[in-house]
């Protein structure tokens, strides 16, 4: 059993069975962290610790169910690079097996020789209705460069969805944003870290966007 952050159960809400994944799994850790985004936290989500050596990721299947719930005519998932592309590619294969209608799944973003982050030319193949899915949302600065970049099919997409919405007050999109799992997490937005001041957060690796 994994040591959990105090007071996490009061901290989320959602799907029961996501929860218990990320408890058992142990994606939920403790700790000072800086984010991919540049803001900082206590509570981090190591979501690699979800996947499922190459096999279905648990839950995968109740945010495809989510989805079509959402709206039955989605026909592409936009997923950002690493495991936001697993879980669209996954997602899409199970909504394509639950409604019988073709879903396809898209990975929106590549790092180059050099790590930095380049859209993939898979993106000219993509058929509205959209939803760009990803495993976590914290600023939603992913899911709007996705959008952009989709240029002309932008207004194609229909919805954000995660297994975990970690957004802070104040992050609102236009978009509805569909997640499997609410979380109340301490955040602050690069610069206002408690522990370091004004200067970047000193923590090492990043984690969740």
């Not at 839950?59 to 989805?67: P, Q």
């Not at 709206?71 to 592309?85: F, H, K, M, Q, S």
């Not at 180059?112 to 939603?140: F, N, R, W």
């Given at each position: 059993?994994?040591?959990?952050?105090?007071?996490?159960?009061?901290?989320?809400?959602?799907?029961?069975?996501?929860?218990?994944?990320?408890?058992?799994?142990?994606?939920?850790?403790?700790?000072?962290?800086?984010?991919?985004?540049?803001?900082?936290?206590d509570i981090?989500?190591?979501?690699?610790?979800?996947?499922?050596?190459?096999?279905?990721?648990?839950?995968?299947?109740?945010?495809?169910?989510?989805?079509?719930?959402?709206?039955?005519?989605?026909?592409?998932?936009?997923?950002?690079?690493?495991?936001?592309?697993?879980?669209?590619?996954?997602?899409?294969?199970?909504?394509?097996?639950?409604?019988?209608?073709?879903?396809?799944s898209?990975?929106?973003?590549?790092?180059?020789?050099?790590?930095?982050?380049?859209?993939?030319?898979?993106?000219?193949?993509?058929?509205?209705?959209?939803?760009?899915?990803?495993?976590?949302?914290?600023?939603?600065?992913?899911?709007?460069?996705?959008?952009?970049?989709?240029?002309?099919?932008?207004?194609g997409?229909?919805?954000?969805?995660?297994?975990?919405?970690?957004?802070?007050?104040?992050?609102?999109?236009?978009?509805?944003?569909?997640?499997?799992?609410?979380?109340?997490?301490?955040?602050?937005?690069?610069?206002?870290?408690?522990?370091?001041?004004?200067?970047?957060?000193?923590?090492?690796?990043?984690?969740?966007?």
């Open positions: 059993m994994y040591n959990l952050p105090h007071g996490f159960y009061s901290l989320v809400e959602g799907d029961d069975e996501t929860i218990a994944a990320l408890v058992n799994r142990g994606v939920v850790l403790s700790g000072h962290r800086q984010l991919s985004g540049g803001g900082c936290t981090y989500l190591e979501m690699a610790n979800l996947s499922n050596d190459g096999h279905e990721i648990p839950v995968v299947r109740n945010l495809a169910y989510l989805l079509l719930r959402h709206n039955p005519e989605i026909r592409t998932l936009v997923g950002p690079e690493t495991l936001g592309a697993v879980i669209a590619k996954q997602a899409a294969e199970l909504m394509c097996e639950i409604s019988g209608r073709s879903v396809i898209v990975a929106a973003l590549h790092k180059d020789q050099g790590g930095k982050l380049i859209l993939a030319s898979e993106l000219l193949k993509i058929v509205p209705p959209i939803a760009i899915v990803d495993d976590v949302t914290t600023t939603l600065n992913t899911n709007r460069t996705v959008e952009q970049a989709l240029g002309s099919l932008r207004g997409v229909v919805a954000y969805a995660c297994v975990v919405d970690r957004r802070p007050p104040g992050v609102e999109t236009d978009q509805p944003t569909i997640s499997l799992v609410r979380a109340n997490f301490p955040y602050w937005p690069p610069g206002k870290c408690p522990k370091h001041g004004d200067q970047l957060c000193l923590a090492t690796a990043p984690a969740d966007p």
